[in-house]
């Protein structure tokens, strides 16, 4: 994959900043039938 990104559980993100970042900008990229979306 031509593209580095990091892997977090979106629940155990403590900083306010970045998870407005993620609502904002974040892209799904699998939702599965018993998973959540994994956002960037």
């Known amino acids: ?3 580095k990104f ?8 403590k900083e306010p900043e970045l ?3 993620i609502d904002r ?3 799904e990229l ?3 039938r018993d ?3 994994v956002r960037l």
């Not at 990091?6 to 993100?13: E, F, G, M, Q, R």
């Open 19 to 21: 998870k407005n970042h």
């Open 6 to 13: 990091d892997v977090l559980n979106y629940h155990s993100i």
């Open 25 to 27: 900008i974040g892209i």
């Open 35 to 37: 998973l959540k979306a």
């Open 30 to 32: 699998f939702a599965g």
């Open 1 to 3: 994959m031509p593209y």
